[in-house]
């Protein structure tokens, strides 16, 4: 059974930072891309940032370039995010999700797998 476990969440000021961390068990989690989304109360589902098995591809959606960095570690089997400069339009439960393929992708239905969630909020 494939696991994934959020932590890192929490209340920070605008201007501040946070590192969010994806844990994984049960598969073989070097040969599928991982991703980030977020829900906003009353909005939809949204795309943050992606990384490919590898590490050598990451794409970010544009509300978050530049602020935001995806990594992985597959020695460890976790996926941080790291999230700097944050303003209170990011306030959202974030989401990790495990891709079906190597590759890195912003559709969420490419995404087998997912976390139950951390919240993040970031106070004006």
């Excluded at 991982?34 to 909005?43: E, I, L």
């Excluded at 590898?54 to 959606?61: I, K």
């Excluded at 495990?98 to 890195?104: F, L, S, V």
Aim: hydrophobic share 35%.
């Amino acid at each position: 059974q494939v696991q994934l476990v959020e932590s890192g969440g929490g209340l920070v000021q605008a201007g501040g930072s946070l590192r969010l961390s994806c844990a994984v068990s049960g598969r073989t989690f070097s040969d599928y891309a991982m991703g980030w989304f977020r829900q906003a109360p009353g909005k939809e589902r949204e795309f943050v940032a992606a990384v490919s098995w590898s590490g050598g591809t990451t794409y970010y959606a544009d509300s978050v370039k530049g602020r935001f960095t995806i990594s992985r570690d597959n020695a460890k089997k976790t996926v941080p995010l790291q999230m700097n400069n944050l303003n209170p339009e990011d306030t959202a439960v974030y989401f990790c999700a495990a891709g079906a393929t190597h590759r890195a992708t912003m559709a969420p239905y490419e995404y087998a797998y997912w976390g139950q969630g951390t919240q993040v909020t970031v106070s004006s």
